[in-house]
């Protein structure tokens, strides 16, 4: 019903609004909600897209302006703006860094790259004591609109 009686059992009868709100379907809603999310949850992260060269996220606020490593197509890796070899790496970076192991480090290679080699330029940084290493991707609005 909408509203209750008022007054005595005889004359004049009026009716006034509930003031209570009926939460039963708003509970229904949030638990089927739950359900979906929960069962939609891990299907979303076991498809791992492997295209890794693009990726469409926002830059993190920095602080300080990191390293940057570079692997071009034809494996060559420059250090700034300055071709090293990957034998010499984490010595120059060592200087540039002034020893300071906790210095953010980006490695930026080039899709042509084989994954055998940026892995190798990741793994020599990280043997050289480096902990903040990142790989960088394009930041591209192509990839959202298609879904991919």
Sequence with gaps: MAGGMIGPGSGRRRYRPMAEINVTPLVDVMLVLLIVFMVTAPMITSGVSVNLPQANAKQLPSDSK???ITVN??????LQNSQVQLSGLVATLQ???KNNQAE???VRGDKDVSYGDM???MATITQGG???VALLANQTQALANTGK
């Design 66 to 68: 990191p390293i940057t």
């Design 73 to 78: 197509a034809k494996d060559q890796i420059y």
């Design 95 to 97: 200087q540039i860094s």
């Design 104 to 106: 953010r480090i980006f």
């Design 119 to 121: 892995l190798q330029v």
């Design 130 to 132: 480096f902990t903040k």
